[in-house]
């Protein structure tokens, strides 16, 4: 009696759990996603909002390193906020309004997002104030005129066509003040490493305008640069750095005049003195220091609210999914295990029953229902066969069996003498004997894998010789004449015959034994002055055998049975004039050991013809 199946292991609830895993762990996965990417939306319109900052701040600070005071900012505050939709407002440090995007009764900001100062401005709003907080577009009066101007780029293309020709290629960039300079692929400025025939020292000279901002500027530093110098107060002097975008300021120490070499703490503090006196010399020049506000406007960061209402809703929607996945499932697991269980019935009957189950769909089930009971089919023919199997050996084996007992059983009562021809009557029954036996264990040896081959190279025609030599005396005596034809192929062989000879890796006994079979079965069913023809060719990639008689053929219906065991085309003949029934089915394993085919085809009274494709070997 089959034990009941425990409910955790029944499939209709392994289905189920599976199911609600799956859905819990959707919901969480979705949850999660969705707070993900909330989050990461937040943080992207933060960076962008900050980007925005930065990018207010850097122009207004650039207006104001570029313009004497605040009065016609209104205009860029305007257009600012109308492309960030930010609400932008400028003040003194008093408070006191200077420009706002709003109206002027709206109340500002609690607190100023930054302080817009070019003169001590922030190290990112624009590149090249990191090392001095000065707004490198403050020039002041270092601003070319447009004569001097148009001078130093001519200057400029003059270099850069050197440049060119020296294999350097440069384009020309404008500094904030107004001098063209030379920039390279990697962004350095004057080319890097001046090529000799270039280094003409004429663009980098200071101009009229230049050279008079700069005594400005040393006069501004002065005291401060002879106090780091000590007793040396020619030692620091200010110039102005051509090679930097920025073209700030710096200090030069005059080892060159003084062989005095600098600390650097003297260093820091000359080049504190240079930056005291650059915001002294561009303070007209700027406009005064200003708050800057921002306020949120329609780029407001978005707040995330998980209230009680959404957790509710979250948790409501979570909870119809399970419900709504465990009612899917139940349902349709329950039409998946109905015909399951027809199917685990019908295996759990008795094998000699042969259940079959109905085929009610055509999805995987019913494709499995299909193959149960092609499976049923199969066993049930496979039994018939065995049964069949069963009964054709024990009427092979007895038949010998019996006339051997028999001869026996009178020569030992004494009545008949055991005389030379009696002897040689039970030899024949014993070879006879011997050749089923033989028969069956090689075709068990094919069925259980165990079959030894034992290959090597062989001749084609070598091997139909040999055949031909073993069958000739049986085919003589039937009256039938035996031919050999071997076709020769076209080219070379890797071999090195220069006939072009088939070769095959086979084991020449186990195909002679098949041949054999073939001759032998063609002998018996052709008759007297009949003709047995065996041939060879070279085909593609194969070695094509082919034995043809001029017997009595085979009808068309039986042409399917032909390798079947114990089977004959006439029923009527015995095993002493039709074979045992088991030397095709040899035939077909030997074939199939050696990675080949046999086919037959046959017509009624003009004959047969068996075809062996075997590996070529070339």
């Given amino acids: 009696m089959t034990r009941p199946i425990p409910l955790r292991k029944r499939l209709l609830v392994r289905l189920l759990i599976t199911s609600v895993l799956i859905a819990i762990c959707s919901v969480a996965a979705t949850a999660w996603l969705a707070v993900e990417t909330t989050t990461r939306a937040i943080q992207e319109e933060q960076g962008q909002v900050l980007t925005e900052d930065m990018d207010i701040l850097r122009q207004l600070s650039g207006y104001a390193a570029t313009h004497r005071d605040w009065s016609g900012v209104g205009k860029t505050v305007r257009a600012l906020s109308d492309r960030t939709g930010r609400r932008i407002a400028l003040t003194a440090p008093d408070r006191t309004p200077i420009a706002d995007s709003e109206t002027r009764d709206t109340a500002l900001p609690p607190r100023a997002a ?46 850069r066509a050197c440049f060119s020709i020296n294999g350097v290629e440069t384009t020309i960039t404008q500094m904030p003040s107004g001098r063209s300079v030379l920039v390279d692929e990697d962004g350095t400025v004057d080319g890097g490493q001046v090529p000799t025939p270039c280094a003409d020292g004429v663009l980098n000279t200071p101009t009229a305008t230049e050279e008079k901002a700069l005594t400005e500027l040393n006069t501004y530093a002065g005291d401060c640069l002879k106090g780091v110098g000590g007793k040396f107060p020619s030692l620091f002097a200010a110039t102005v750095d051509f090679t930097d975008r920025s073209m700030l300021t710096r200090y030069l120490g005059r080892k060159a005049e003084t062989g005095i070499d600098t600390t650097r703490d003297q260093d820091k503090k000359a080049q504190e003195c240079v930056d005291r006196a650059r915001r ?171 079959l030894r081959l034992h290959r090597e190279p062989v001749r084609a025609d070598e091997l139909l010789e040999q055949v031909v030599a073993a069958h000739r005396v049986a085919a003589e005596g039937a009256g039938v004449r035996l031919h050999m034809s071997v076709a020769a192929s076209q080219g070379s062989h890797s071999s090195g015959d220069s006939d072009g000879t088939p070769w095959l890796d086979a084991d020449p006994v186990r195909m002679r034994q098949a041949l054999g079979n073939l001759v032998s079965n063609a002998i018996r069913h052709t008759p007297a002055d009949g003709t047995i023809t065996l041939s060879c060719r070279r085909q593609d990639d194969e070695v094509v055998f082919e034995v043809a008689d001029t017997g009595s053929g085979i009808a068309p219906e039986d042409l399917p049975s032909v390798f079947e065991r114990f089977w004959r085309a006439e029923k009527s003949r015995s095993r002493r004039t039709g074979g045992s029934g088991l030397g095709l089915s040899i035939v077909r394993q030997l074939v199939t050991a050696h990675g080949g085919t046999v086919t037959v085809t046959s017509e009624l009274g003009t004959g047969s013809v068996f075809t062996l494709r075997l590996p070529d070997a070339g």
Avoid at 148 to 156: F, Y
Avoid at 346 to 352: D, L, V
């Fill in 280 to 450: 002294q010399q561009l303070e007209p020049y700027v406009a005064p220091a200003a708050e800057l506000f921002l306020g949120r406007g329609d780029s407001a960061v978005p707040h995330f609210d998980m209230s009680a209402a959404n957790k509710a809703k979250v948790t409501g929607v979570a909870g119809l999914v399970l419900a709504l996945t465990v009612a899917v499932t139940v349902l349709v697991a329950t039409r998946l295990v109905r015909p399951l269980r027809a199917l685990t019935h019908a295996a759990q009957q008795p094998p000699e029953q042969h259940v079959r189950v109905p085929v009610t769909t055509q999805d995987e089930t019913g494709i499995l229902a299909v193959a149960f009971n092609d499976l049923a089919d199969r066993r049930e023919r496979m039994e018939a066969q065995r049964k069949a199997m069963v009964a054709d050996i024990a009427h092979e084996l007895r038949t010998p069996l019996t006339n051997i007992r028999g001869w026996l059983e009178v020569t030992r009562d004494g009545v008949v003498d055991p005389d030379p021809e009696l002897l040689a009557s039970l030899h024949d029954e014993a070879v006879v004997l011997q050749r089923v036996i033989d028969d069956l264990q090689d075709l068990a040896a094919a069925d259980a894998g165990t």
């Fill in 114 to 159: 930054a302080a817009v100062d070019p003169l001590h401005t922030d190290t990112f709003t624009e590149p090249g104030a990191q090392r001095t907080g000065i707004d490198p577009r403050a020039v002041g009066p270092f601003r070319l005129p447009r004569a001097e101007r148009e001078r130093v780029r001519l200057l400029a293309e003059k270099r």
